[in-house]
């Protein structure tokens, strides 16, 4: 018996540490939209994005949104390139193959209002969504280098490329699954730390999700975020 239960114990041990191992490589060997840290606040980071390209889609659901774009990805537009869902860049025969960028980006509204929820499909980080009269808005982020006019054109009407402007975000950053009520409690912790620090906000809160569907939980990156109105002169900057 005490054989069995060792032996049992030794599967176990090493089932998570390849599950952790592969749960690391994947986050690393993924490329990460870039961004210079502004100030923390109370355990929120204000954060200046640069200019950004993402593909999105609105559809009736998460899956379809997820189906839709991830045919974009391998290779669903008219140069037919491959966007592969981790770094780094590879090439094969048949065209050239793309990196995505983490993370993706994740907006859920509901009755006309954005509002910040989880989404069980993330890929790379982050991942974003938008829920608004029954429908879901999903974007990916692309790699850096690419511009309107460099990135891959749809063949699917229903997917687009969006243009996101420079842009200062605060952002709360949590591990584990994005469940509903975490998502919720967190959302609301970024939201009363802004209020606290009066803080405009310009825009709605939003999910991102920076890890691949199987990553361990206690590896997962997640984070609440949305857009402000910043002037570091303006705000304290120290902890109360």
Known sequence: MRTLTK????VGGAG???????????????????YDTL???DG?????????ILVETT??????????????????????EEVSMTAPVASDADGQTVSMTAPVRTERATTGARDTDSDELSMTAPVRTD?????????????????????????????????????TLAVKTFSWWATDERVT???????????ERDLDLRGEPFLLQYNAPYTPPFLRRNEVAVAVAYEPESVDNTAE
């Open 44 to 52: 929120v980071e204000i954060r200046r994005y640069p200019r950004t």
């Open 16 to 34: 998570l540490a390849l599950w952790t191992g592969w749960g690391l490589y994947s986050t690393r060997s993924t490329e990460r939209v870039p």
């Open 131 to 167: 829920d608004g009269d029954g429908e879901v808005t999903m974007a990916f982020y692309l790699p850096s280098e690419y511009t309107p006019a460099t990135a891959p054109t749809p063949t699917d009407s229903r997917v687009r490329l969006v243009v996101q402007p420079p842009q």
């Open 185 to 195: 409690d967190q959302r609301s912790a970024l939201l009363d730390t802004l209020a």
């Open 7 to 10: 032996s049992l114990l030794a």
């Open 59 to 80: 559809a009736e659901s998460n899956e379809a949104a997820f189906r839709r774009l991830f045919r974009y990805l391998s290779g669903a537009n008219e140069s037919s």
């Open 39 to 41: 100030a923390e606040l």
